[in-house]
Every structure is written in C-alpha cells, then in structure tokens.
Nanobody, 122 residues
Framework: QVQLVESGGGSVQAGGSLRLSCAAS????????MGWFRQAPGKEREFVAA????????HYADSVKGRFTISRDNAKNTVYLQMNSLKPEDTAVYYC???????????????WGQGTQVTVSS
C-alpha cells in the first residue's frame, strides 16, 4: 500500500513558476513509476509527466515539454514537478500517482493522491 500527499499548489500569474511535491509512504517507493496528472474543470484527467523506476527515465506530455521537469528523491520518498513558464491553460487540479508499469495511461496507476490546485492567471 502506498499513500501519496501532494503539496505546493497555489495561484500564480502567467510566466511564473511553482514546484509541486508528492510525499509517499512505504518502503518500496523506489520501485514505482511515479506520475503527475491534471484535471481541469469539465475535462478528463490527463497525463502530464512520469518518471520511471529505477533508472529515472522521464516522459512528458507535449503540452508541458520544455517547461515542466519531473524528478524524484528516493531517499526522501518524494517526487517533484517543477513548473516554469506557466500558462492559464495549465490551471487544473494536479494529482500524483504511483504504479508498477512504465506508462502514460491513467488506468495503469494503482495509487493516487488527493490533488492540489494550480491556478494560473493571465
């Protein structure tokens, strides 16, 4: 069992930056693929980024490539999402997820956090 708790969301103007954190419980954190997803009002939850265990290969949605960076600290059981050059269309609830499969597919992730709101104003 893995429990995930996100933090770091907030409100920022376009062009600004935020760093999201996701703290995970459990001794097997380093064996999981960790992903970030987001869900805007009226839209489906979509893939943002993933970091694959254990080699730390990263994958990004085209919409965030070059602006967002996912990283993990296995010693701290934490995954991060550094978001730069934020745009109003990045506004969403951001969710951290953990899974056993290296994938962008939402349904392949086994554990989810409660989400943290990110609001970007123009």
């Amino acid at each position: 069992q893995v429990q995930l708790v996100e933090s770091g969301g907030g409100s920022v103007q376009a062009g600004g930056s935020l760093r999201l954190s996701c703290a995970a419980s459990g001794r097997t954190f380093g064996t999981y693929t960790m992903g970030w997803f987001r869900q805007a009002p009226g839209k489906e939850r979509e893939f943002v980024a993933a970091i694959i265990r254990p080699g730390a290969t990263t994958h990004y949605a085209d919409s965030v490539k070059g602006r967002f960076t996912i990283s993990r600290d296995n010693a701290k059981n934490t995954v991060y999402l550094q978001m730069n050059s934020l745009k109003p269309e990045d506004t969403a609830v951001y969710y951290c997820a953990a899974g056993r499969v290296a994938t962008r597919a939402r349904d392949e992730y086994d554990y989810w956090g409660q989400g943290t709101q990110v609001t970007v104003s123009s």
